[in-house]
């Protein structure tokens, strides 16, 4: 068969249009691939980009500096460091802001610790409950504040009525935690001035506390410490409810078990003079209350003071001796002037 030129100009244009028109369609098809690919990426990058986001919000919840913002790589050290050895510095740290009436600091680090201690132990277990109770305690230091100790306090008794169950040979650690529990309680009772509560709960910390060293499972000295925060607990009850006579026996064996176990000269034992002076001069008992003024005057002085602390220090006696309205106190008042 013998192919016309015409025929032949009309075949190879049918063939390239044929050829175009697969590689416009290849083409669209390759342009269409392309923007998926495209998407998929987006969507990937833009996944990564998340989970990234979300892994730096978790890293910034456990790290030791969390306001600080996080950079694009973390060191090894920070990522990876235990839950445990966060936990222990960030207790070791809420103690140094104490220490140093950095309460808001300090609150924000007991709080940490309690995020800390759900990672390492759980939802149910007694260091939650103790890092619960911490944290009650924590704010029992500032003003305004007690109405937020009694609901950690009170959530750390719900842990600890779910993880207490028999048989309690190897329970001593969740007694002691409990001991500390209802004296943290009565506390709060206390600060909300609701002091039938605050009596109960000092009375359970008092009797548990009891039962531990009668079975062993606290050493006499320790008993000691836990007594002295109690029986001052409950003479500051009597004395809120204006009961001074009722309070001072307390206030006296508080200050007793604080000399064995602290010592005389110590911050605890100047507090609790004080604050048995107050009761005293209250009930009138002035020539008392002058005499453990000054006594706290005198450890005041011997370690060294601040200007404004001797002056605060000097101004309680004064306030006690003129009182009194007796010359005698007068004459001890301007002994301590001169």
Known sequence: MTVTPVAERSLCARQRSKIC????MFQSQQQSHDTEDNEYKNMQESQETHISNH?????????INPRKKIQNKLPQTVLFQPPREKLH????KAKS??????????????????????ICYGDSHWKLAEAHISLAQGYLLMKGFSLQAKQHAEK???ILTDFIVPPYDDNTDVFKCSVELF?????????LQKFKEASENLVKAERLSRELLQCGRIVKEEWIEVQARIKLSFAQVYHSQKKSQEALPHYQEALEYVEISKGEESPEYVSILRELAGAEQALGFHNTAINHFLQAHVIILGRSPSQEEAAD???????AAVASRRPEHHVQLLSIQT
Not at 21 to 24: D, F
Not at 55 to 63: M, N, P, Q, T
Not at 97 to 118: D, M, N, P, V
């Open 55 to 63: 892994l730096d919000e978790v890293v910034a919840a456990v790290s």
């Open 156 to 158: 750390a008794k719900e």
């Open 97 to 118: 802001c104490f220490s140093s009436h950095q309460y808001k600091q300090g609150i924000h680090e007991l709080s940490r610790c309690i995020a800390l201690t759900r």
């Open 21 to 24: 028109a697969q590689m416009t």
């Open 183 to 191: 004296h943290t309680l009565g506390r709060a009772f206390l600060s």
């Open 313 to 319: 220090s000097a101004q309680l006696v004064a306030r």
């Open 89 to 92: 510095l960030c207790e070791e």
